[in-house]
């Protein structure tokens, strides 16, 4: 009996240092966020308080109040991150495909101004397209904002897309067309399905840099486009806490509700980076 | 029943230099199960995927019942490759795997339910409907790539490597089921192998490919008695030779004259003289006699091999597995070459060959 009290002795501890790092994990994304909590439905709260004095709903009602820009604040950012993902991903598929499948001369270089805008800071290109933008018109439009979002998404989405390729094998599609399916029946119902983790990891990648991109939008939408963030910089330095807290939350929520809906494609078999030859 | 023939066939891959098959011509009976065999990289996968229609026919035809299909797709060729690596699709249950082929011609359901359930029985997997791929073995996963196959009826089989990602034990099962379906269903079958073992199970025909160029297309026996060359000897395992000129029906060699059975080789010509280690007998018969000192025994439990030197070649033999008298190490015996067993590879022919590797 002693012997296996030994042996269950290590595991329980392991287990117990395992749930105290994920408690900890858990609340210090967590912990941060209860403050916003407390501060939008705040109305005033003054050091050395430890709870808010008075209590009020105002900037939720600011928030779904239609005559404020916060509702058109948030439909832009859907639009302009929406329309980033699915550009993205009619670049990232093919692009993807030729990296992680093909050998070609000078692959390196490819791959490496690929990476660039990952590896440079955005901004110092957004300099110099902001002016070109502007001459032919695309400054402080949605499509402007759109293109130059893709600076930085595009990286995301072709190095994971060429992964998922990497472990590809295209003798799928043969066998499919050997079994008789035509190229569109195999394209449905064998490279999509393959393929479609890595597409959902790039995306949520796309998505979430073009939901959060700040510098970028003020630059080529020159305070015309409104997103959320800019919102959110302007409450923020405003000194409105309430208004800002309450902001914060609005634009942190889909990025966790994207990190719900797709987390099974980050881990485990289906991962984006596993792929369809690894089965 | 469908008959294949491929007409002066030829593949050159887009950034190749040389074509990986070179003007291949076959002819495959209705019916008839055939071996492609080859050394990897030799042209005999390229070649299957030409008749599958799942690459382009660079030069040449390929042809079933006498019609040439080079411009039909994949698709509706009705032929079906079982790959090597068996390919199930692994988001499908192995019910949706096999019936893949019969949802693509838009069978009505209840017919493919019922057609999988009868391949599954057939493949001995029944009850498996509802499993994933990656709960299968390798040998299951291999037979359940068969089922697929079979289901849809195809007019020709192809099989890649069907046996080599096997263990020893389900090669002989999975040997067994290949023979007994093909068998069955008649079906005209060309499999793809490196492995002259499991070509000569197999096969009613082998075509030997090397380098992209067929060199012998016969039964299995032959590659063993008569083979074309000396690497297609050499390819097939262990034989002796010696060379000499032939005369008639003689061949003079620096260690005596040796009556054969051939013929349709030029009077005068160089041959090499070719004779397995199981075909030469332990005894002094007179004619077709070579005497040589004994350089050493090896007992094989089902065999004895003998090493002999013969006009500076190394020559094994195999013996009984009983000791016979007077032929001990160290000392002088004799060793008689049946003419019928002696087959002669003309010299000439073997100067086009690349040098061998073994």
Request: with cysteine; glycine share 8%; net charge neutral.
């Amino acid at each position: 009996m002693s012997e296996i009290q030994k042996q269950q002795a290590p595991r329980k501890q392991v287990n117990i240092i395992r749930n105290i790092v994920l408690l900890g994990i858990v609340l210090g994304v967590l912990l941060p966020m209860l403050p916003q909590l407390i501060w939008s439905i705040t109305h005033r709260w003054y050091f050395p308080d430890l709870i808010p004095s008075e209590w009020s709903a105002r900037s939720w009602e600011y928030i779904v109040n239609p005559n404020t820009r916060v509702i058109r604040a948030f439909l832009n950012s859907l639009v302009i991150a929406s329309a980033v993902t699915v550009i993205g991903i009619v670049i990232g598929v093919p692009a993807g495909k030729a990296l992680g499948m093909y050998k070609f001369k000078l692959k390196w270089l490819v791959e490496l101004i690929i990476l660039a805008p990952a590896i440079v800071p955005s901004l110092a290109a957004t300099m110099g397209i902001q002016v070109i933008f502007i001459r032919i018109g695309l400054a402080d439009t949605m499509l402007g904002v759109i293109l130059v979002h893709l600076i930085p998404t595009l990286p995301y989405m072709i190095v994971t897309l060429s992964g998922v390729f990497a472990n590809y094998d295209p003798e799928f599609e043969e066998q499919a067309r050997s079994l008789g399916a035509n190229r569109a029946k195999t394209f449905f119902l064998i490279t999509l399905p393959a393929v479609f983790p890595g597409i959902v990891t790039g995306s949520m990648f796309a998505f979430l840099i073009s939901w959060g991109q700040y510098i970028l939008t003020i630059l080529v939408g020159g305070g015309r486009i409104i997103t959320l963030p800019i919102l959110l910089f302007s409450f923020t330095g405003s000194g409105d806490n309430s208004i800002a807290s309450a902001l914060s939350i609005v634009f942190v929520l889909p990025a966790i509700i994207i990190l719900i809906v797709t987390s099974k494609f980050l881990s485990g078999k289906s991962s984006g980076m596993g792929g369809f030859g690894s089965i | 029943m469908t008959s294949v023939t491929l007409r002066n066939l030829q593949k050159t891959y887009d950034n190749a230099t040389e074509p990986a098959v070179k003007d291949l011509n076959l002819e495959i009976k209705a019916g008839e199960l055939v071996a492609l065999l080859g050394p990897s990289g030799c042209g005999k996968t390229t070649t299957l995927k030409m008749v599958a229609g799942l690459h382009d026919v660079t030069e040449g035809e390929v042809l079933f019942n006498g019609v040439a299909v080079n411009n039909i797709k994949p698709e509706k060729r009705e032929v079906v490759m079982v790959y090597q690596n068996y390919l199930l699709f692994p988001y499908m249950n192995v019910e949706d795997n096999i019936g893949f082929g019969l949802r693509m011609r838009k069978v009505p359901k209840a017919e493919i339910a019922d057609r999988v359930g009868k391949m599954l029985k057939l493949v001995q997997l029944e009850g498996f409907e509802k499993r994933k791929p990656s709960q299968l073995s390798g040998g299951q996963k291999q037979r359940i790539a068969l089922a697929r196959a079979l289901i849809i009826r195809p007019k020709i089989l192809l099989l890649d490597e069907p046996l080599s990602n096997l263990d020893a034990h389900l090669r002989d099962e999975m040997r067994e089921m290949i023979l007994n379906i093909h068998r069955e269903f008649g079906l005209t079958t060309i499999f793809v192998t490196h492995d002259q073992e499991e070509a000569v199970l197999l096969a009613d025909r082998i075509a030997l490919m090397f380098d992209g160029v067929l060199q012998q297309y016969s039964p299995p026996k032959e590659f063993y008695e008569k083979p074309r060359t000396k690497r297609i000897a050499s390819f097939f395992g262990n034989h002796n030779r010696l060379y000499g000129v032939l005369q008639g029906t003689v061949v003079h060699t620096a260690i005596g004259d040796f009556a054969t059975e051939q013929v349709g080789i030029p009077d005068g010509s160089k041959v090499c003289l070719v004779i397995r280690p199981q075909s030469v007998l332990l005894e002094h018969s007179g004619a077709n006699c070579i005497k040589a000192v004994i350089n050493r025994i090896i007992y094989m439990g089902t065999y004895i091999r003998y090493r002999i030197t013969v006009d500076g070649n190394e020559w094994d033999i195999m013996g009984d597995p009983h000791p016979l008298a007077g032929y001990e190490e160290g000392k002088e015996a004799c060793f008689t070459l049946p003419k019928d067993k002696i087959w002669l590879i003309p010299e000439t022919l073997e100067t086009q060959e690349t040098p061998e590797r073994i």
